[in-house]
């Protein structure tokens, strides 16, 4: 599987965007799909992640209530809603993915994650 981030760009405080992780192959439904980012000087932490059968999700409690993330099987895509946007979450984003065999896990560790993308720089100005 590759994964394929984009939608990043630059964005003013209290704005939205729409982050996609695109991936290849026909199996990306058994896959839980999580977000990660890297702030500047920082290391990468969690942001949300989706389950494969897309009923549970899990967030990170900074994002909570701001973020939302979604999939649509049928277009092999994971979708990060981001609302609210802070100059302190200027980062560059990650998606990842691994199999699973249970419908509703979702994973919060990067050592859960077996596929990443290349991530997207999300800027947001103050």
């Known amino acids: 599987v590759q994964l394929q981030a984009s939608g990043g760009g630059l964005v003013q405080a209290g704005g939205s965007l729409r982050l996609s992780c695109a991936a290849s192959?026909?199996?990306?439904?058994?896959?839980?799909v999580g977000w990660f980012r890297r702030a500047p000087g920082k290391e990468r932490e969690f942001v949300a992640a989706?389950?494969?059968?897309?009923?549970?999700?899990r967030y990170a409690d900074s994002v909570k209530g701001r973020f939302t993330i979604s999939r649509d099987d049928a277009k092999n895509t994971v979708y990060l809603h981001m609302n609210t946007l802070r100059p302190e979450e200027t980062a560059v984003y990650y998606c990842?993915?691994?199999?699973?065999?249970?419908?509703?896990?979702?994973?919060?560790?990067?050592?859960?994650?077996?596929?990443w993308g290349q991530g997207t720089l999300v800027t947001v100005s103050s």
């Open positions: 989706i389950s494969r059968s897309g009923s549970s999700t």
């Open positions: 192959g026909r199996t990306f439904s058994t896959y839980t």
């Open positions: 990842a993915g691994t199999y699973t065999s249970f419908y509703s896990s979702t994973y919060a560790s990067e050592d859960q994650y077996t596929y």
